[in-house]
C-alpha cells in the first residue's frame, strides 16, 4: 500500500479544477439528450422509441462500466483512468458529431457511457487519496454541485448552440474541454498508485462478467425495453437471472484471492447503511422527473412546465456546497437526517390532495433543498471514512450502481403507480420512501472523524 502525500495548495487547485471540469462536462452530456431529440429525429429519420436508445445505451454501458474502472484507478493509478476516461469520452464525442446514421450515434454513446462511467467515482476517489478528512467532503460537496450546475445549464446551453449551429457542435465542443483536462490533468494528478497489485493478483474478469450481467439484467428487466421491442413477456425472466447470479457473484467474491468486489465493502454496517441511503437518494432525483407533469395538472403550459425544475437544481447545487461543509461539523446521522427529512416533507406537499398551487411551489423548493444533501458529496465523504485507500475508487462505484438502481427503480414504479391511479399517489409513495430513508440514517455514525 503507498500512501499520497498531500500536495500544496496551489497543485491541489489544479486537481480539483481537472476534477470539476470532467465531472461537468460528464453530467453535461447526459443533460443536454432532450433539447437534441428533434434535432436527432430529423438528422436520422428515427423515431421517439428509436431516439430513447441513446439514453439506454449511455446508461447501461455507465453503469456496467463503473466497478471496471474504480477498480483499475484502484489497482493502477487514479491518473491513468481518469485521464484514459476523459480522452476516450471526448473520442465517443467525436464519433457522435461524424455520425451519419443511428448506429454510429450509439457506438459513440455506448462510449461516452463506458468512460462517464469511470469519471466520477475515480474523481471522488483522488479527493480521498490527496485531502485530508476534514476537506474531503467539502470537496465532495462541490462535486454534486457541479453534476446539479451541469443538468441546470445542459438543456439552455444545448437550446441556445442550436439556435446558431448545428447539433453536431454540442458534442465537439467537448474536444477542446477534454484536450485542456488531459494537459492539465496529466501535470498535476498525482502519480502514485494508492494499491500496488501483487503477482498474482490477476484481474477478477469472471466477477466482472457476472456483476455486467447482473446489472444489465437488472437495468432491462426494470424498464421492460426487451419487452417492448420483441413484443414478449421478458422481465420476468431477467430478474429471475439477476436472483440465480448474485449469490454466484458473492460466492465467487468471497473465494478469488483478488476480488473485484473484495468482501469487506459489504461487512461493513456502516456502508451498509450508505449504500441503501445512496439507493434513495436515486429514488429522490428520479422523482423530479414528474415534477413538471404535476406543474402541468395546475394549468402550466407545457412549454413552461420545466422552468419550476430550475430553482430545485438550483438550490440542490448550493444545498450541496453547503452540505458538504456542514458535515464535519453535524456529522453524517444529522445531514442525512435533515436531507431525507425535507425530502419526505416535500413529498407529502407534492402529493397533496387538491393542494393549491402556492403549496406545490413551496414543495419544489424543500425538496431542491433536501436533494442537494443526500444526493451531494455526503454519502461519497461518508465511504471514504471506512474503507482503505486501495478500495476508495471501488467504493465510490457501488455508491454510483446504488444510486442508478435506485433511479431506475423509482421511475419505473411511481409512472407505474401514476398511469393506474394518479401522480398525487406516486408522490405519497416516494414520501413513504424518504421516511423510511430518514429511519435508515438513524443507523448512520453521529460524528464525523477528522
Not at 461518508?382 to 467504493?395: M, T
Not at 403507480?417 to 453521529?446: K, Q
Amino acid at each position: 500500500m503507498a500512501s499520497v502525500a498531500v500536495p500544496e495548495t496551489d497543485t491541489r487547485r489544479a486537481i480539483m479544477t481537472v476534477l470539476f471540469v470532467g465531472v461537468f462536462m460528464s453530467a453535461l452530456d447526459s443533460a443536454i439528450i432532450g433539447p437534441i431529440v428533434p434535432a436527432l429525429r430529423a438528422a436520422f429519420a428515427i423515431d421517439n422509441t428509436q431516439v430513447v436508445l441513446v439514453s439506454i445505451i449511455f446508461t447501461l454501458c455507465s453503469l456496467s462500466s463503473t466497478t471496471l474502472m474504480a477498480s483499475l484507478s484502484d489497482r493502477y493509478g487514479r491518473r491513468h483512468v481518469y485521464l484514459l476516461n476523459v480522452f476516450g469520452f471526448a473520442i465517443g464525442s467525436l464519433v457522435i458529431a461524424l455520425s451519419h446514421d443511428l448506429m454510429t450515434v450509439l457506438i459513440g454513446r455506448a462510449l461516452q457511457g463506458i468512460c462517464a462511467g469511470g469519471i466520477t467515482p475515480t474523481a471522488s476517489a483522488v479527493i480521498g487519496d490527496v485531502l485530508p478528512p476534514v476537506e474531503r467532503a467539502k470537496a465532495l460537496g462541490l462535486i454534486g454541485a457541479t453534476s446539479g450546475m451541469a443538468f441546470l445549464i445542459g438543456p439552455v446551453l444545448a437550446s441556445l448552440i442550436l439556435a446558431f449551429a448545428d447539433w453536431q457542435w454540442i458534442f465537439l465542443l467537448n474536444l477542446p474541454v477534454a484536450a485542456a483536462v488531459i494537459v492539465l490533468g496529466w501535470r498535476a494528478l498525482p502519480r502514485t498508485n494508492p494499491h500496488q497489485p501483487e503477482l498474482h493478483d490477476t484481474f477478477d474478469w469472471p466477477g466482472l462478467l457476472l456483476l455486467i450481467t447482473i446489472l444489465v439484467s437488472l437495468t432491462l428487466g426494470i424498464n421492460q425495453l426487451l419487452d417492448r421491442f420483441l413484443g414478449m413477456t421478458i422481465w420476468p425472466w431477467l430478474f429471475g437471472l439477476v436472483a440465480l447470479l448474485t449469490p454466484v457473484l458473492a460466492r465467487r467474491e468471497q473465494r478469488t484471492p483478488a476480488p473485484l468486489l473484495p468482501p469487506r465493502l459489504f461487512t461493513n454496517r456502516q456502508l451498509q447503511f450508505v449504500y441503501l441511503l445512496a439507493t434513495g437518494s436515486g429514488i429522490a432525483m428520479a422523482s423530479i422527473i414528474f415534477i413538471t407533469s404535476v406543474a402541468v395538472n395546475f394549468g402550466v403550459p407545457i412549454s413552461q412546465a420545466g422552468f419550476f425544475l430550475l430553482p430545485l437544481v438550483f438550490l440542490a447545487s448550493v444545498t450541496s456546497i453547503i452540505g458538504g461543509r456542514m458535515l464535519p461539523k453535524i456529522g453524517g446521522r444529522a445531514a442525512m437526517l435533515i436531507g431525507y427529512g425535507q425530502l419526505t416533507v416535500g413529498n407529502l406537499m407534492l402529493g397533496w390532495p387538491s393542494a393549491p398551487f402556492w403549496l406545490f411551489v413551496i414543495a419544489t423548493i424543500v425538496v431542491g433543498s433536501g436533494l442537494g444533501i443526500v444526493v451531494g458529496g455526503t454519502l461519497r465523504a461518508l465511504v471514504l471514512e471506512e474503507v482503505a485507500p486501495g478500495d476508495r475508487g471501488v467504493a465510490q462505484s457501488v455508491i454510483n450502481i446504488s444510486i442508478s438502481i435506485g433511479t431506475l427503480i423509482s421511475v419505473a414504479v411511481m409512472a407505474s403507480i401514476a398511469d393506474t391511479i394518479n401522480l398525487s399517489a406516486a408522490y405519497l409513495a416516494c414520501a413513504a420512501v424518504m421516511a423510511l430513508m430518514t429511519v435508515i440514517s438513524l443507523g448512520l455514525r453521529r460524528q464525523y472523524r477528522t
